[in-house]
């Protein structure tokens, strides 16, 4: 059956994970979380309601008993933040003069004004760090844009002080289906991935400061 290949994100990660000093997997206690990616993980930083449930990743605060905002808090202190937005892109802005969706490469430089302006604090060893995006950049940019520009945000996260982190990959194939002879071949790729209710994840501890 012919498949497609998605973006996957896993190389930016070993590149990164590559210039630090690797240390030995852990578990690690979790108690804060920041999230960073589109319409998977949107809990109203862009979109406000569902119509089936919330996201993983807000799943995933209560599994960790975090308390989780939305970007739209102004001043979150020491609560886990989610800034992704539905339809965001890796790096690609909104097309003036909207504002959002903002892409991860925004998210990630709204979080390290947070930072700097002491809105938001964090314990490097026990908050995590999720990136999921690349859904909506398909056939638009290079994945070697993607990468590099997915390097880049791990590099300032890490600068920021961040070391535990986790992005989330799309499947690295999708059975193409034919839903309809008028459904462009894109389009149910498309479809097929956004009714797939699995994700692959990658996670990769990194010690170095």
Request: proline share 8%; charged share 15%.
């Amino acid at each position: 059956m012919p498949c497609r290949r998605p973006y996957a994100l896993a190389a930016p990660v070993a590149i990164f994970c590559a210039l630090m000093v690797a240390g030995p997997a852990s578990a690690a206690a979790i108690n804060d979380l920041f999230v960073f990616g589109d319409s998977y993980s949107d809990t109203g930083a862009y979109v406000t309601s569902t119509t089936n449930g919330s996201t993983a990743v807000a799943y995933l605060a209560k599994n960790f008993g975090i308390t989780f905002t939305t970007s739209k808090n102004p001043d979150p202190g020491m609560d886990g933040v989610n800034f992704a937005e539905a339809g965001a892109r890796v790096f690609v802005g909104p097309k003036p003069p909207a504002t959002q969706p903002r892409s991860l490469t925004q998210q990630v430089a709204e979080f390290q004004n947070y930072v700097a302006s002491h809105k938001v604090t964090f314990n490097p060893r026990t908050s995590l760090f999720f990136l999921l995006g690349g859904l909506n950049d398909h056939n638009f940019v290079a994945s070697v844009q993607v990468y590099a520009a997915t390097l880049a945000q791990v590099t300032t996260l890490y600068d920021l002080g961040a070391r535990l982190f986790e992005i989330a990959l799309l499947p690295s194939k999708v059975p193409v289906a034919s839903f309809s002879p008028d459904v462009p071949e894109t389009s149910t790729w498309a479809m097929m991935l956004i009714g797939s209710p699995k994700r692959r994840t990658l996670s990769r501890r990194c010690s170095g400061g």
